[in-house]
């Protein structure tokens, strides 16, 4: 299965939100392979709105950016993973490198995050990945080693396989046109499959592992082919139906 994940980040109100998702629908449902599997990460403000258009598409499903790992409380600004579920979410991301770097979430508390959420009853997107100074210094493996080993520390030990996915993105390739080459997206899966087989055991042999960081139509079908990449993670090339769909077939 290949999971192809839009995240919008802060953009669209749910006027926006609710043609995009229609588009997506008209442009990619009919012809969607059977083996991929579309997930959309509105902003909180549109997630009814989207979860409400893709009702009753088995291929198409809705996640949160975002939630606090607590069941309910005095958090000031915050929404609980059964508030993203009671919208239609079935799916949540943590560790997004946006979360990590300009908010300020630790290693820490992206895996407090993984590991609630899937005790909420989520599936969770783990997202890892260097920033351009630890690839220099050669720190890759060390960096996404450190990142899975805090990020997955509370998995239970009979969690299933298809209710995680991990999503590779180097934070230099996040919003900035620049892609990972083939050798390097290679790689760092290859790693990462390596590592949460050691870590998770066998199970983790069909964990998805997306790769994020500008992919466009005209990248995405050579970044699908490589070795361990099941999926992307799309930013800004998933605002239009038009070029989320061409790269969900390509
Ligand atoms: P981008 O973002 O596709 O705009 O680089 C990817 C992401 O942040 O998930």
């Not at 508030?83 to 991301?93: H, P």
């Not at 009979?158 to 230099?172: K, M, R």
């Not at 995405?220 to 490589?226: K, N, R």
């Not at 800004?236 to 038009?242: C, F, P, Y």
């Amino acid at each position: 299965m290949k999971l192809m994940a839009a995240n919008w980040k802060m953009y669209k109100t749910r006027g926006e939100a609710e043609v995009t998702a229609r588009d997506m629908l008209r442009l990619i449902g009919p012809d969607l392979p059977k083996d991929r599997q579309v997930l959309v990460f509105p902003p909180f403000t549109a997630i009814e709105t989207v979860a409400r258009v893709f009702e009753g598409q088995s291929s198409f499903a809705v996640g949160g950016q975002n939630f606090w790992p607590r069941e309910e409380g005095a958090f000031t600004g915050e929404v609980s993973a059964r508030m993203l579920a009671d919208l239609g979410c079935s799916w949540a991301l943590a560790g997004h490198s946006e979360r990590r770097w300009v908010m300020g979430e630790s290693d820490e508390l992206v895996g407090e995050k993984i590991a609630f959420g899937l005790a909420a009853g989520l599936r969770m997107v783990l997202c890892i990945g260097e920033k351009i100074e630890e690839r220099r210094a050669g720190k890759v493996e060390e960096v996404l080693d450190r990142q899975l080993e805090k990020g997955l520390v509370g998995l239970p030990q009979d969690f299933s396989a298809e209710t995680l996915a991990i999503a590779y993105e180097p934070v230099w390739a996040i919003g900035t046109g620049e892609v990972a080459g083939p050798a390097e997206i290679a790689h760092a899966h290859t790693h990462t499959r390596e590592k949460i087989v050691r870590l998770l055991g066998e199970k983790a042999v069909s964990t998805p592992i997306l790769y994020g960081g500008s992919v466009k139509p005209g990248n995405a079908s050579e970044i699908l082919s490589l070795d361990n990449v099941n999926g992307v993670l799309v930013g800004g090339a998933s605002l239009t139906g038009e070029s989320f769909s061409r790269i969900t077939l390509a």
